[in-house]
């Protein structure tokens, strides 16, 4: 168990600072030699509304940003009356008191600072309100202000001094308030540095971006998507000095049809959307399927359906992803459980894709999207790239991928279904892609014995992909030979199971649990002895159907309890914890979906 | 090249699964003469397409070739253009696959100047579903699924594609082998986005406007002196003098309306690139370090 954690939350209006007061702890966090994880939630308007960053400090490894806080700095009433419940006994709230006054809160410590009133009158800049509280909050929890002041310098180098020396001033005025003003009351205290690990920060969706990179992406096609842009906006400067470029596309059928095109032409390539995006890219999704195109594409999962709730989170989207598409193509679906996996399974993706020459799915999410983690420094030497097979006559003296002239693209003669591609250029290895059913030489075919076999190589590449490539991807957590339940999960709600399951552990609870990483295709083997070391299964995931526990029924005829959460936002460890703790105290339950309402009573959403 | 391929060098072996009498024919005769006679190696050469009949085309000639999705040839063509701009990109496809379904993309890939050379087989009716009236089916036409005479007014590609900012737009005429190659040819040696708008015949399914009724109706607009720098002309020509989409009795123009010259997008391209190389190229592990978060 850690020694040290500590959750500060910093809640206001959008656009006042909140989200980069947030990424300063996080920068600070970092420095000092700590674990770190910050999560982020944006209003979905463009100015106004409610914004959010948690972050979560800690000397061991960081899951999730718990259940709650410890310390609240409220920018505003609305930040109150969103985050009042989670006032306990010993937390404290730091507050505008120009703004607004709480009501009574048993226990809870009360530090009030005129924020908005120093920045206007004091700073004569009320943009300076979140480096005032900053200032307040370095003042108050010995947070290193060196470290706020490096951040700031960081952020504005470019705007020039005057914007420093004014940010350093307003961090210097909050620090001094706490000082004249304010009497410590509390035991909470930012943790002396320690030595710093070689980290970086990241952002769920820039890890993707540099991910790609890393893998030799060098096309990105863009069609703007909440929450998915992010990904471009972060990839398209690494990608410009690379040699590669992001293309605006009109529409997402469009960017999926150009990353197609340009990994034709021999270039890795990807897209990033969002559901709505996905929908419209499943016709060439079957395609990419059926002429065994290498393509990356990444859907940041956000609250469906339709327009659903751009800004926010969901796992709605498996089905699609797994399923989606007309007719049957061979397809991988990966889904990282954090950033620093976003960032290794994105290599993953454009591994998967040119060694087998698939489509590969990479499912992030709205709130994984925006958190933010330190991880280690990734090292590029250590990062094994994969790279399609590209035909070369010299490697080919028999000419066995040849036959009266024509190249055969789609030659039926491999074992495991993979065949050498060819890329425009080279005259050895003309030939056409078509999404007609095709024989060998790519010459459209109807005939049943081709169909049956061009169906055979296509959908066989996946055996091989099980075979050699899908273990990875299963984290298993057993140290139990028969634990009393078994979770599986994946996605985000993979790092928040991780926490609930060290407290249920804690508390002589024998869990067992499997994160699957690549949700498609599945080795049933592997699921299955997991299944065998539990006395039942749970599956809690933030969709309505439990989409992951239907899919193992279907693919592998597995029993699980489905505990289903559909309100736009993650789960956290509390809620799992009950979860299990109602399977436990409910023996006779094996199968079957809950809703919190079944654990909380009618009409819960949860307990956030 | 040492020595020049034929017109029948850029063929595949495979018999075209059109009707006897279909214009697609004479389309891909005239498209082999131009890579021909440009000495086009045909390796360099991806002919992309959508579904169509006309949008065959590409897997009867010896290139590379991308069969696509409907509508959708043009996107897949940018792909490949940004990702290798050595490479010479035509768009082979049907008045349906381009101005339908596929409409959307025109605009945006013509703006912005793609280096690509579209070439639309316009037989104003969709015939690979077995006849049914496309965006430039005239009014009256009868489809299958307007049994009672087309009551809708015809799109036309001339002055949408001139609105749209191509920078090279022209028509020809599936009964004028000569004239179509010698279109073609400059279309493709025409940096930046060319369109060439073909009427070809559909004679299975569109029975008004066929061979028969071009015949002697053609009027070629550069030899009746109009000059393709003139874009105001152009437009004047498309919309008024000579279409005969609303007038029936007007001669059929073709020619080139407009080339005008603009920077390609590759090559805005590439300038981007320069600026953001210019003090060196990164490695990938500086990209990485660069989200360290840093003392100052
Ligand atoms: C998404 C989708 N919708 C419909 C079709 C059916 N379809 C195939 S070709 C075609 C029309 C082709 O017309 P055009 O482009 O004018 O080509 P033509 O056959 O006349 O040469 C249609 C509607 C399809 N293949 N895909
Ligand atoms: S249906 Fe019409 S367009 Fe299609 S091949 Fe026959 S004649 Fe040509
Ligand atoms: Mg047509």
């Given at each position: 168990m850690a020694r040290f954690d500590l959750t500060i939350k910093i809640g206001g209006e959008g656009g006042e600072g909140v989200i980069s007061a947030g990424d300063f702890l996080t920068e600070a966090a970092?420095?000092?030699?700590?674990?770190?994880?910050?999560?982020?939630?944006?209003?979905?308007?463009?100015?106004?509304?409610?914004?959010?960053?948690?972050?979560?400090?800690?000397?061991?490894?960081?899951?999730?940003?718990?259940?709650?806080?410890?310390?609240?700095?409220?920018?505003?009433?609305?930040?109150?009356?969103?985050?009042?419940?989670?006032?306990?006994?010993?937390?404290?709230?730091?507050?505008?008191?120009?703004?607004?006054?709480?009501?009574?809160?048993?226990?809870?410590?009360?530090?009030?600072?005129?924020?908005?009133?120093?920045?206007?009158?004091?700073?004569?800049?009320?943009?300076?309100?979140?480096?005032?509280?900053?200032?307040?909050?370095?003042?108050?929890?010995?947070?290193?202000?060196?470290?706020?002041?490096?951040?700031?310098?960081?952020?504005?180098?470019?705007?020039?001094?005057?914007?420093?020396?004014?940010?350093?001033?307003?961090?210097?005025?909050?620090?001094?308030?706490?000082?004249?003003?304010?009497?410590?009351?509390?035991?909470?205290?930012?943790?002396?540095?320690?030595?710093?690990?070689?980290?970086?920060?990241?952002?769920?969706?820039?890890?993707?971006?540099?991910?790609?990179?890393?893998a030799g992406c060098k096309f990105y096609a863009a069609y703007p998507i909440t929450p998915a842009t992010t990904v471009g906006n972060y990839i398209v400067e690494d990608l410009i000095k690379v040699g590669g470029w992001l293309y605006q596309a009109e529409d997402e059928i469009a960017s999926l049809g150009m990353a197609i095109g340009a990994s034709f032409a021999g270039v890795k390539s990807m897209t990033a959307t969002s559901g709505p995006g996905l929908s419209l890219m499943t016709e060439f999704l079957s395609y990419a399927g059926m002429t065994e195109t290498p393509v990356v594409i990444v859907d940041v999962q956000r609250t469906g359906p339709a327009t659903g709730m751009p800004t926010k989170h969901e796992q709605g989207d498996l089905f699609h992803a797994v399923y989606g598409g007309h007719g049957e193509i061979p397809r991988a679906v990966l889904a990282p459980?954090?950033?620093?996996?976003?960032?290794?399974?994105?290599?993953?993706?454009?591994?998967?894709?040119?060694?087998?020459?698939?489509?590969?799915?990479?499912?992030?999410?709205?709130?994984?999207?925006?958190?933010?983690?330190?991880?280690?420094?990734?090292?590029?030497?250590?990062?094994?790239?994969?790279?399609?097979?590209?035909?070369?006559?010299?490697?080919?003296?028999?000419?066995?991928?040849?036959?009266?002239?024509?190249?055969?693209?789609?030659?039926?003669?491999?074992?495991?279904?993979?065949?050498?591609?060819?890329?425009?250029?080279?005259?050895?290895?003309?030939?056409?892609?078509?999404?007609?059913?095709?024989?060998?030489?790519?010459?459209?075919?109807?005939?049943?014995?081709?169909?049956?076999?061009?169906?055979?190589?296509?959908?066989?590449?996946?055996?091989?992909?099980?075979?050699?490539?899908?273990?990875?991807?299963?984290?298993?957590?057993?140290?139990?030979?028969?634990?009393?339940?078994?979770?599986?999960?994946?996605?985000?709600?993979?790092?928040?199971?991780?926490?609930?399951?060290?407290?249920?552990?804690?508390?002589?609870?024998?869990?067992?649990?499997?994160?699957?990483?690549?949700?498609?295709?599945?080795?049933?083997?592997?699921?299955?002895?997991?299944?065998n070391s539990c006395e039942r299964i749970a599956i809690p995931e933030t969709n309505w159907s439990g989409q992951l526990a239907k899919i193992l029924k279907a693919e592998v005829g597995i029993d699980a309890v489905s505990f289903c959460i559909y309100r736009g936002e993650p789960m956290i460890p509390k809620e799992v914890e009950d979860f299990i703790d109602y399977l436990i105290n409910n023996p006779e339950m094996s199968a079957g979906r809950l809703t919190p309402s079944d654990i909380y009573g009618e009409k819960s959403y949860g307990i956030i | 090249m040492d020595i020049k391929l034929k017109p029948a060098d850029y063929r595949s072996d495979i018999e075209p699964t059109w009707c006897p009498g279909c214009g697609h024919f004479g389309v891909i005769a005239a498209l082999t003469k131009a890579f021909s006679e440009l000495g086009l190696p045909p390796e360099n050469i991806v002919s992309v397409s959508g579904i169509g009949c006309s949008s065959r085309a590409p897997l009867f000639m010896k290139n590379y070739s991308v069969h696509t999705l409907h509508g959708r040839a043009i996107p897949v063509a940018v792909g490949i253009k940004l990702a290798n701009p050595e490479l010479t990109v035509l768009v082979e496809t049907g008045d349906g696959d381009m101005f339908s379904i596929g409409a959307g993309h025109n605009p945006h890939a013509a703006r912005r100047n793609i280096d690509i050379t579209v070439i639309c087989m316009d037989n104003q009716i969709y015939g690979l579903t077995k006849n049914q009236i496309s965006p430039t089916s005239r009014e009256g036409l009868y489809g299958s699924l307007t049994p009672y005479g087309s009551i809708d007014p015809p799109l036309n590609p001339i002055a949408t594609m001139l609105a749209y900012g191509s920078t090279f737009v022209a028509q020809t005429y599936a009964g004028n082998p000569k004239h179509m190659a010698y279109i073609f040819e400059e279309a493709i040696r025409h940096k930046g986005f060319s369109f060439v708008n073909v009427l070809s015949p559909c004679p299975t399914f569109n029975k008004v406007d066929t061979f028969k009724y071009y015949k002697n109706k053609t009027k070629d607009i550069n030899e009746m002196g109009h000059d393709p720098a003139d874009y105001e002309k152009a437009l004047e020509l498309a919309f008024h003098d000579l279409d005969h989409y609303y007038n029936p009795d007007a001669p059929v123009p073709i020619g080139i309306f407009y080339k005008g010259i603009k920077e390609t997008y590759d090559e805005r391209m590439r300038r981007v690139r320069e600026r953001y190389t210019a003090s060196g190229i990164p490695t990938v592990q500086e990209l990485i370090d660069a989200c360290k978060p840093k003392a100052i």
């Open positions: 970092a420095r000092s030699g700590y674990e770190v994880v910050n999560f982020k939630s944006f209003p979905a308007e463009i100015k106004g509304g409610y914004a959010q960053s948690t972050v979560r400090i800690s000397d061991e490894k960081l899951y999730s940003t718990g259940d709650a806080f410890d310390i609240l700095c409220c920018f505003n009433g609305e930040a109150y009356f969103f985050n009042k419940k989670h006032l306990r006994e010993g937390t404290v709230l730091v507050y505008d008191s120009s703004d607004f006054e709480p009501e009574e809160h048993k226990g809870v410590i009360l530090y009030p600072v005129p924020l908005s009133e120093l920045a206007k009158d004091v700073m004569k800049a009320y943009i300076t309100k979140n480096v005032i509280a900053l200032g307040v909050l370095c003042g108050l929890f010995d947070i290193p202000s060196q470290s706020i002041r490096d951040s700031i310098k960081a952020r504005f180098v470019r705007k020039g001094e005057e914007v420093i020396s004014l940010n350093y001033k307003a961090l210097e005025l909050g620090i001094n308030y706490v000082r004249e003003n304010l009497k410590k009351a509390d035991p909470y205290k930012f943790p002396s540095p320690r030595q710093p690990k070689d980290v970086v920060i990241m952002e769920g969706n820039q890890a993707v971006a540099k991910g790609a990179i890393v459980i954090n950033v620093e996996e976003s960032f290794y399974l994105t290599v993953e993706a454009f591994n998967l894709a040119e060694k087998y020459q698939i489509p590969v799915i990479l499912l992030t999410d709205a709130s994984l999207s925006l958190r933010a983690e330190a991880f280690p420094t990734p090292k590029i030497e250590n990062i094994r790239i994969e790279n399609r097979w590209i035909y070369r006559k010299e490697e080919d003296p028999e000419g066995r991928f040849k036959k009266a002239g024509r190249f055969l693209r789609f030659a039926l003669f491999t074992e495991d279904g993979i065949t050498p591609v060819g890329i425009p250029g080279d005259p050895e290895a003309i030939h056409a892609i078509t999404g007609l059913e095709h024989q060998e030489n790519s010459d459209p075919r109807n005939r049943p014995d081709i169909r049956t076999w061009q169906m055979e190589k296509r959908m066989n590449k996946l055996e091989k992909l099980l075979r050699e490539d899908a273990e990875r991807f299963y984290e298993f957590d057993m140290p139990y030979s028969k634990a009393d339940v078994g979770v599986i999960t994946w996605g985000l709600t993979g790092s928040v199971t991780k926490e609930a399951i060290e407290r249920l552990r804690s508390k002589g609870i024998k869990i067992n649990a499997l994160y699957m990483k690549l949700l498609w295709p599945i080795r049933k083997d592997l699921i299955e002895g997991f299944v | -």
